[in-house]
């Protein structure tokens, strides 16, 4: 579990935890290997989780955006964008069906 | 043709939302005892030309709503002379009154034009005529004098509105209607003084009151006559500004609900008003709509401060917000205008529009259309530009660059992308118009959306804004990083957006298709041949002439 956890999460969320970890006292155990301690606090990973709201499940982003050219980079915005508002209108059509759905139950 | 006065007229304008402008003409000069009737215009002259060959009438009226069709009506117009046609022909309607001179110039074949406020103006000429005498002098009346455009004296305003006659309907069978519906109008005339809008001078210019109301109960029992007699569900108010303005206008408006609802004709009919954001208050609106009130259309025009000072909106873009917060806590549907560019829009402006739009519908609860503003007969802008030797184009059809030549280059892109969106009957911006309009309908004997439905109908809507608002915020942001010489609205990015944007609608009217909506218009629709779509019923709650729009400037 611990091991498909870290596998999952990209390397700057990796940091990112660890910084946070240590500057709330994640490593108030003392010194050592601090990336281990990391995954074995599965509640505080997903509180951490939940601050930089990024679920630790999906697909991290394997593309190295340095490297990308200006054409593939604008391609690449408009697919993002694209998926991104299809997502936001797909949440806004849940949040109403459960507004509605939760304002009948109440009746 | 010989001549062969029957003391009649024939009167020739487009039909949308009924065109209450003839049908007060025609019951006022039937009222002074003359026969007229009404037809429509076509761009083919023949069937107008055989109309008048058999009819062969005083008078023929043709009215001009749009600026830039004169070129196609003086074409009608030069065909019926041709064909031999001596009755008099007259022009009316916003345009003609402000440019007569332009008007008589350019299309020979017109005797006169009747300008602004028409009805009695009308019948005096056909009272004139019918006698034999002079009708040069009458009041109201430019025509041509030897060379010269001779503009008459106008005469003033009709004080009273309920003077006169109910608008003639005899020819309309709103029985045979998907959905029927009527216009009907309020009041007359508008007292702001937006920079872009002719309505205020149109009014003025007669002098009198800036907004003339007729009585509540007089509009009721159109309202009355029209349900049980004619069997009108639907109610289009035709007023420049349903609740302009203030507490006076809250409780006259007030008084029509109250009407609506002791006439019995509430839960029987619905309605739709024109406003201005600042004039919905919460407890008026919800008076209207417990009478039936469903829809509203809000002149809205700018989403930034600074660009709605340079309309001289008097109102800031976050009183917008708040009306829209208002007609959706009452279930309302409502759309809006909204010209994305004026001839003083900065970069920052259109940004901040774009990111308006975003936070007014951004969820999807009416769709975002865009345009740009026109300098148009008779306004403020169209003086102001003048005055600093902007414009461009022809009477017809003006034009004029923006200040920031980026925003020339951003608007030709928007043109190529959103044309086909924004500014045609078949277009996503009017199907999703007409689908929000029908999703918060109430009306008997009409099977309502159900919520699935409407969260679908949201959300479709909510993805189209989102593109659109996308590109738009995405073009602006590469022109303004770009010289401008390197700009091409046709290729790389730009043309890449374009194709982007084009995809996403072909596949949001692909998902239409799934839309279960309940309306007999709507299944109708989606049955049509896809290339000739049109929107039945809901066509009419609004002017789109085929072909209008800023291609005109």
């Known amino acids: 579990m611990a091991g498909s956890l870290e596998s999952r999460l990209g390397n700057i969320e990796e940091l990112c935890i660890i910084i946070i970890i240590i500057i ?62 299809r997502m936001r209108s797909h949440e806004g059509e849940l949040n109403a069906r459960l507004k509605e759905l939760r304002g009948n139950k109440s009746k | 043709m010989s001549a062969d ?27 002074a005892g003359f026969a007229g009737r009404i037809e429509t215009y076509t761009a083919d002259p023949d069937p107008i030309v055989a109309l008048a060959e058999r009819l ?26 041709v064909a031999g046609c001596r009755s008099h022909i007259t022009i009316g309607g916003h345009y003609p009154s402000f440019d007569a001179e332009e008007v008589l110039q350019r299309i020979p074949g017109a005797d006169s034009i009747v300008r602004f406020e028409g009805e009695r103006t009308l019948v005096e000429l056909m009272q004139t005529l019918s006698r034999g005498e002079d009708w040069r002098g009458i009041a109201g009346i430019a025509h041509r004098q030897d060379e010269q455009i001779i503009l008459n004296p106008l005469r ?45 001078p149109f009014y003025e210019a007669q002098g009198g009151k800036l907004r003339r109301l007729r009585s509540p109960a007089v509009v009721v029992e159109e309202m009355r006559q029209l349900h049980f007699e004619q069997g009108a569900e639907m109610f289009l108010f035709q007023d420049d500004d349903f609740m302009a303005t203030g507490r006076r206008a ?24 024109s406003c201005r954001s600042d004039e919905v208050h919460y407890e008026t609106m919800a008076r209207l709509a417990e009478a039936g009130l469903t829809h509203v259309y ?58 308006f739009l975003d936070r007014y519908v951004g969820d999807g609860w009416t769709v975002a259309g865009f345009c740009r503003t026109l300098p148009y007969a008779g306004t403020p802008l169209k003086t102001q530009l003048e005055t600093e030797g902007r414009m461009l184009g022809t009477p017809f059809e003006p034009d004029y660059n923006f200040l920031d030549p980026k925003l020339d280059r951003f608007y030709d892109w928007m043109l190529l992308t959103f044309y086909e969106r924004n500014f045609t009957n078949s277009g996503l911006n009017e199907v999703l118009r007409r689908l929000n309009f029908d999703a918060r309908l109430k009306l008997p004997n009409r099977r309502r959306f159900q919520a699935p439905e409407r969260a679908q109908v949201r ?35 730009l043309a890449k957006l374009t194709a982007h944007e084009k995809i996403q609608e072909r596949r949001l009217m692909a998902e239409l298709d799934t839309v279960n909506a309940p309306s007999f218009e709507w299944r109708r629709y989606l049955e049509s041949d896809q290339e000739f779509r049109s929107l039945g019923g809901f066509a009419n709650a609004w002017t789109l002439a085929p072909l209008d729009l800023p291609f005109a400037g």
Request: aromatic share 8%.
């Open chain 1, 24 to 85: 709330f006292g994640g490593g108030g155990r003392g010194p050592g290997p601090i990336g281990d301690s990391v995954t074995t606090d599965t509640s505080r990973v997903e509180a951490l989780m939940r601050l930089i709201r990024r679920p630790p499940i999906g697909d991290s982003f394997t593309s190295d955006v340095s490297r990308l050219s200006l054409e593939a980079i604008e391609a690449r915005l408009l697919e993002v964008n694209a998926e991104l508002t």
């Open chain 2, 298 to 355: 809000m002149g809205v025009e700018n989403g930034d401060d600074q660009g709605l000072l340079n309309m001289n909106k008097r109102m800031k873009a976050s009183v917008h917000i708040e009306a829209g917060e208002i007609l959706r806590s009452l279930d309302m549907s409502f759309d809006f205008g909204f010209m994305l560019l004026e001839p003083y829009s900065t970069i920052e402006i259109v940004r901040n529009n774009i990111a």
């Open chain 2, 156 to 200: 003033p305003v009709l004080d009273d509105l309920d003077l006169l006659p109910f608008p003639d309907r005899s020819d309309i069978d709103y029985r045979g209607q998907d959905l029927p519906m009527a216009s009907v109008l309020g009041s007359r005339g508008c007292p702001w003084d937006c920079s872009f809008c002719s309505i205020r």
């Open chain 2, 56 to 81: 062969r009438p005083d008078v023929i009226g043709f009215s001009l709503i749009f600026q830039y069709m004169s070129p196609a009506f003086a074409r009608v117009i030069e065909a019926l002379r």
């Open chain 2, 5 to 31: 006065f029957t003391r009649s007229v024939l009167l020739i304008g487009f039909q949308d939302q009924d065109n209450l402008g003839l049908r007060y003409l025609l019951s006022s000069v039937r009222q």
């Open chain 2, 250 to 273: 809250r409780r006259w408006a007030e008084d029509i609900a109250n009407g609506i609802i002791a006439a019995g004709l509430k839960n029987r009919i619905a309605f739709k008003i």
């Open chain 2, 459 to 493: 959300r479709i809507t909510a993805e189209c804004n989102g593109h659109a608002l996308y590109c738009l915020r995405s073009a602006l942001d590469y022109i303004e990083a770009m010289p401008l010489d390197d700009i091409d609205v046709r290729g790389g990015y």
